[in-house]
């Protein structure tokens, strides 16, 4: 096989590799470097655990600001993930929840008061 030959006669060749650079560059870019995040499990009653991810940026020193967040109807923590990350890579500790009757936390039916309880019940310190 003549090397000369090789890209000029198979230009898909050169279209792939040219691809696979550009994904690795956006993904050194993009990719949410300087951050830890650790699933948290927040004990209500007996029962009725709320599930959050706590995202903590790993520059700066503690104790971070905090900012919590809290889905929307037909949502989880997982819809506040890249709003989260963001917040972490500038500093800010960040907590997802899910509230009872959504993603991993306890089922129940929907409810205003409940929800409202759960953001009460949570610990913030």
């Known amino acids: 096989m003549n090397s000369r030959n090789f890209w000029w006669h198979h230009p898909w060749r050169m279209v792939g590799v040219?691809?696979?650079l550009l994904g690795g560059l956006l993904w050194g870019w993009f990719y949410p470097?300087?951050?830890q995040t650790?699933?948290?499990r927040i004990p209500r009653?007996?029962?009725q655990v709320l599930v959050s991810r706590l995202y903590l940026p790993l520059t700066g020193?503690?104790?971070y600001p905090t900012l919590m967040l809290w889905h929307g109807v037909n949502c989880t923590?997982?819809?506040m993930e890249p709003l989260a990350v963001e917040m972490?890579?500038?500093g800010i500790a960040t907590i997802a929840t899910n509230v009872g009757g959504f993603g991993e936390s306890?089922?129940?039916p929907y409810s205003e008061s409940e929800n409202d309880a759960d953001a009460i019940d949570t610990p913030t310190d």
Request: proline share 17%; glycine share 0%; no cysteine.
């Open 18 to 20: 040219a691809l696979v």
């Open 33 to 35: 470097h300087a951050l």
């Open 38 to 40: 650790e699933l948290v």
């Open 45 to 47: 009653q007996p029962h």
């Open 61 to 63: 020193t503690p104790p």
């Open 77 to 79: 923590k997982e819809t």
């Open 88 to 90: 972490a890579r500038h």
């Open 106 to 108: 306890y089922p129940r």
